[in-house]
């Protein structure tokens, strides 16, 4: 069992920063895939980044590619998404997800989710 607490978002100017955090309980936290979704006001949920359980792979939407990093301290059981360059279209709530195996980028794949955390962006 995981679980997972998401916490960093908030209110920030268009251009700005933030950096997210996924914290997990659980001794197997490191055999997992952590991915980022978020979903955004009458949209359906989508994908923004993941990566490995080592981190050795990491994995980004196109929308966000250069803009946003993903990067995960096992030892620390945090998997971290620094937004830098933030636009209004990536207001939405930040969801964190854990997966044991399957296709990053797919949420039915991940098998626990934490509760999200609100970004919002203006302009």
């Known amino acids: 069992q995981v679980q997972l607490v998401e916490s960093g978002g908030g209110l920030v100017q268009a251009g700005g920063s933030l950096r997210l955090s996924c914290v997990a309980s659980?001794?197997?936290?490191?055999?997992?895939?952590v991915g980022w979704f978020r979903q955004a006001p009458g949209k359906e949920r989508e994908f923004v980044a993941a990566?490995?359980?080592?981190?050795?792979?990491?994995y980004y939407d196109d929308s966000v590619k250069g803009r946003f990093t993903i990067s995960r301290d096992n030892a620390e059981n945090t998997v971290y998404l620094q937004m830098n360059s933030l636009k209004p279209e990536d207001t939405a709530v930040y969801y964190c997800?854990?997966?044991?195996?399957?296709?990053?980028?797919?949420?039915?794949?991940?098998?626990?989710w934490g509760q999200g955390t609100q970004v919002t962006v203006s302009s």
């Open positions: 990566i490995s359980w080592s981190g050795g792979n990491t």
């Open positions: 997800a854990a997966a044991l195996s399957g296709k990053p980028r797919r949420d039915y794949e991940y098998d626990y």
């Open positions: 659980g001794r197997t936290f490191s055999t997992y895939a």
